[in-house]
C-alpha cells in the first residue's frame, strides 16, 4: 500500500472521528433527529456539502471497484475484500484495522462464483452479524463507501423500524436468512 493509499485511510478515520463527535454533541445538546428507545441517535443523511465532495473527488470510495469472479465485499465489523487469486483465496481489510477470522460465508460465495463463472453485481456489499445493534450507522458507511446493494441478515431486520425513510431509497436493501438464500439471491436476480 502506497504512502498515499495510508494518508487518505487516516484522514477518512479522522473524518468519522470527527462526525462521530458532532453527533454526540448533537445529543448533547438536544438537536438530534432521530433517538430510539434504547438512546442510539440515527445518523443524518443529509447531502454532503460541496466542499468535501471537491477534496475526495480524486479518490475512489472502498466499494467502488468492479467487482471480478470470485471477489466479493463483505462488513465485519470493517470492510473486507474477499478474492482469489492463483485458486488462493486473498482477504483484504480495505480500512487497515486487523483481519477478521469469520469469512467462512464470504469463502463459499467466492467458491459458487467461480463454479458459475459469474460474479455478484458491482457495488454489492454483503453484512454479516457484526452489524447488529448498529445497523443504521452501518448503512450510512456502506451509502459513504459506495455501496448500493447491500444484503441483510434478517434477525436484524427490525433495526430498520423508525430509521430515516431515506436510508431505504439510498440503497437497494436485500435481506436473507441462511447461506443457502444468501448465494441463491446474488447468482439468480
Given at each position: 500500500m502506497s504512502e498515499?493509499?495510508e494518508?487518505?485511510?487516516?484522514?477518512?478515520?479522522?473524518?468519522k472521528?470527527n462526525t462521530?463527535?458532532i453527533?454526540?454533541l448533537k445529543i448533547?445538546?438536544g438537536?438530534?433527529?432521530?433517538?430510539?428507545?434504547?438512546?442510539y441517535v440515527?445518523p443524518?443523511?443529509?447531502e454532503e456539502?460541496?466542499?468535501?465532495?471537491d477534496?475526495f473527488?480524486?479518490f475512489?470510495?472502498l466499494?467502488?471497484?468492479?467487482?471480478?469472479?470470485g471477489?466479493?465485499?463483505f462488513?465485519?465489523?470493517?470492510?473486507?475484500?474477499y478474492?482469489?487469486?492463483?485458486n488462493?483465496?486473498m482477504?483484504?481489510n480495505?480500512m487497515?484495522?486487523?483481519?477478521?477470522?469469520?469469512?467462512?460465508?464470504?469463502q463459499?460465495?467466492?467458491?459458487?462464483?467461480?463454479?458459475?463463472n459469474?460474479?455478484?453485481?458491482?457495488?454489492?456489499?454483503i453484512?454479516t452479524?457484526?452489524?447488529?445493534g448498529?445497523l443504521p450507522?452501518?448503512?450510512?458507511?456502506?451509502h459513504e463507501?459506495?455501496g448500493?446493494k447491500?444484503?441483510?441478515?434478517?434477525d436484524?431486520?427490525?433495526e430498520l423500524?423508525g430509521a430515516?425513510e431515506k436510508i431505504?431509497?439510498?440503497l437497494?436493501?436485500?435481506f436473507?436468512r441462511t447461506?443457502?438464500?444468501?448465494i441463491?439471491k446474488?447468482?439468480?436476480?
Amino acid at each position: 500500500m502506497s504512502e498515499l493509499s495510508e494518508l487518505i485511510k487516516i484522514n477518512k478515520n479522522i473524518e468519522k472521528q470527527n462526525t462521530e463527535i458532532i453527533r454526540l454533541l448533537k445529543i448533547i445538546a438536544g438537536e438530534s433527529d432521530f433517538v430510539d428507545r434504547s438512546g442510539y441517535v440515527f445518523p443524518d443523511f443529509d447531502e454532503e456539502d460541496d466542499e468535501s465532495e471537491d477534496i475526495f473527488d480524486n479518490f475512489d470510495s472502498l466499494l467502488e471497484n468492479e467487482i471480478g469472479v470470485g471477489e466479493l465485499y463483505f462488513i465485519d465489523g470493517d470492510i473486507y475484500r474477499y478474492s482469489v487469486k492463483n485458486n488462493e483465496g486473498m482477504l483484504d481489510n480495505l480500512m487497515g484495522g486487523e483481519v477478521t477470522t469469520t469469512f467462512d460465508m464470504a469463502q463459499n460465495i467466492s467458491r459458487e462464483s467461480i463454479k458459475r463463472n459469474q460474479s455478484i453485481d458491482d457495488n454489492t456489499v454483503i453484512l454479516t452479524s457484526s452489524s447488529k445493534g448498529n445497523l443504521p450507522k452501518t448503512l450510512q458507511v456502506c451509502h459513504e463507501q459506495g455501496g448500493e446493494k447491500v444484503f441483510i441478515p434478517w434477525d436484524q431486520m427490525m433495526e430498520l423500524l423508525g430509521a430515516p425513510e431515506k436510508i431505504q431509497t439510498i440503497l437497494k436493501l436485500n435481506f436473507y436468512r441462511t447461506e443457502d438464500e444468501l448465494i441463491k439471491k446474488l447468482f439468480e436476480e
